[in-house]
């Protein structure tokens, strides 16, 4: 079966950047939707950005004008650009994808990764 998984997480001070990625494996025929969450110890995971198999993105408002969502469909590879980063933004960052295999019969199913650790603090 496919699996997702996300790297490129780290430490960075406060106005840094850093691009984390998301990479599919496994026996793919074609990923549709994909979507970052994030989550804080304590509270409910947040979506903050998403991207259409056509490309289109959306945003959570925090995420507006600082993040960038990204896809390289040759590479089964999705990216999160972040810029501008603030100590709120501190989280365990998760990426789900919806995944058509040819290993599992019916509807495309939604895999997810287990998460990379952001942490921006001076």
């Known amino acids: 079966q496919p699996q997702v998984v996300e790297s490129g997480g780290a430490s960075v001070h406060p106005g840094g950047s850093l691009t984390l990625s998301c990479t599919a494996s496994?026996?793919?025929?074609?990923?549709?939707?994909v979507n970052w969450y994030r989550e804080v110890d304590g509270e409910a995971r947040t979506l903050v950005a998403g991207?259409?198999?056509?490309?289109?993105?959306s945003y959570a408002d925090f995420a507006k004008g600082r993040f960038t969502v990204s896809r390289d469909d040759a590479k089964n590879t999705m990216y999160l650009q972040m810029d501008s980063l603030k100590p709120a933004d501190t989280a365990v960052y998760y990426c789900?994808?919806?995944?058509?295999?040819?290993?599992?019969?019916?509807?495309?199913?939604?895999?997810w990764g287990k998460g990379t650790q952001v942490t921006v603090s001076s």
């Open positions: 496994g026996r793919i025929f074609s990923i549709w939707d």
């Open positions: 789900s994808a919806v995944i058509v295999s040819p290993d599992v019969e019916g509807a495309p199913l939604t895999y």
């Open positions: 991207i259409s198999r056509g490309g289109t993105t």
